[in-house]
């Protein structure tokens, strides 16, 4: 794992993003396409802009997985991971092949099931990834699963996550929260070639230490990426303010 620091939110997503280019580019030369990972949440906005303005990614030739879904809302809310990834993403720059997780199913189970069978033939490139203020990583809440092989899962959120889905104005309450999600595992994740990891914002501080410089476990889900051999964690003074 090796960190990068940059003194704002806007120059840390943007170097971010010239390296989320460089995967998707190299993964493109080398194999004619890419398969790619994408967050959500506050802190990847200014990630996405900066990577969906680069003109030199052939998107037509990637396929993309997305981390996680809430279980019990439709696309037109707000929250909505799809909803957010249209906007900033996929309606920008029209990957070939874009695979959904559907939140509203009847059967979560089953959904996952949908997505394991398609993510199994589609080894991941580079995946993008934010760390949360209780170091989830996706949704994998602390004390997170670092065991089950299975790429996607159904997982319960915690108060604290939930909190900060509130915190950055995605609901107006706790009680609006769901209280489920459909994820991807920490295992699938890591089996990615290379992940990008973007966490500006000091309100991410005491996550960041935790994860990036204590013990690996599941109580600091994100500490699982100082094991990974090609992940670049991008933060800036906020978020590094910690960091000795």
């Known amino acids: 794992m090796k960190i990068f620091k940059t003194t704002t ?72 991971f799809r909803k957010y990834l249209r906007g900033r993403l996929v309606d920008l720059v029209q990957p070939g092949t874009v695979h959904f997780l559907n939140g509203e199913t009847d059967n979560p189970q089953a959904e996952c099931a949908r997505l394991n069978s398609i993510i199994a033939q589609h080894p991941i490139d580079v995946a993008f990834v934010g760390i949360g203020e209780n170091g989830h990583l996706a949704f994998n809440d602390p004390p997170a699963d670092f065991e089950t092989d299975a790429p996607y899962i159904v997982v319960e959120l915690d108060e604290a996550c939930r909190l900060q889905q509130v915190g950055e104005g995605w609901f107006s309450g706790l009680d609006e929260v769901p209280t489920q999600a459909i994820s991807m595992s920490i295992r699938q994740l890591m089996m990615a070639k290379s992940i990008i990891c973007t966490v500006p914002d000091e309100r991410k501080a005491e996550a960041v230490r935790d994860c990036l410089t204590g013990a690996i476990t599941p109580m600091h889900p994100a500490s699982i990426l100082q094991t990974h051999p090609d992940c670049a964690v991008f933060l800036d003074a906020g978020s590094a303010s910690l960091l000795a």
Do not use: C
């Open 9 to 80: 939110k806007r120059e840390t997503s943007e170097a971010a993003a010239h390296a989320a280019s460089t995967k998707l580019q190299e993964a493109l030369r080398a194999h004619g396409h890419a398969n790619f990972i994408v967050a959500t949440g506050a802190s990847q906005f200014d990630f996405l802009a900066a990577l969906t303005a680069d003109t030199a990614i052939d998107w037509d030739k990637t396929t993309m997985f997305h981390l996680d879904e809430y279980i019990g809302i439709p696309e037109t809310h707000p929250a909505s």
